[in-house]
């Protein structure tokens, strides 16, 4: 495995989660956070587009990390991989992924919000797992509560993260980075407005607590 889960959180402490559906779009977006001093894409499967510019980004723009989100199975793990992915997210955790993403070497952050799924994920030597969906689980005390069993598991909080709440979740020692669609909003990507979107990932970044 290039890089596995643990390292693949603490490329950036903000993960930005985007569906994209226009692939000229693509790079623009990748520069654009680039430039905001995010170099992470996690890149949903959501929309038809998804794969195309993971494949389109990972080409071109080597010094970004681009790794595909929403990956719900065997099929998505295999075509993100095919498609350039150098990591794949999950909302979910399961034992197919877990299987093929040890099959294909690749670094899987499956998406856990009970002891069960944190057990699964620790049992096969995963050592980084998306807490989804972050606030409606439990957030903050939620996190808190794993440190005791699972002191070495590390998270990535995502669902409800926002800019009003990252600085809490960041602060815990369990957490690497926090995962959201705020730094890629639709509105902006439909009116292309990256130099907007440069300017959020910036003041984002500038707003982490550096305690
Ligand atoms: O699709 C996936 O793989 C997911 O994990 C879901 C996303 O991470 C959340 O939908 C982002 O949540 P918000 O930042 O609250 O919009």
Redesign the pocket.
Known sequence: MKINAKEVLSISPIVP?IAIDNIEDALPLAKALQDGGINIMEI?L?TATGLKAIELISKQMPSMNVGA??VCNKKDLEDSISHGAAFV???GISEELIQAAKQNDIALIP?VCTASEVMLAQNNDINAC?L??AVQVGGVNLLKAFLGPFAKMSFCP????SLDNMNEFLDLKNVLCV????LVPKKLLDEKNFDEITRIAKSSLEKINKA
């Open positions: 989660v949903t959501r989100g929403t997210f999950s909302p998406g998306k989804f969906p995502t669902g409800g993260v995962g959201g669609s705020w």
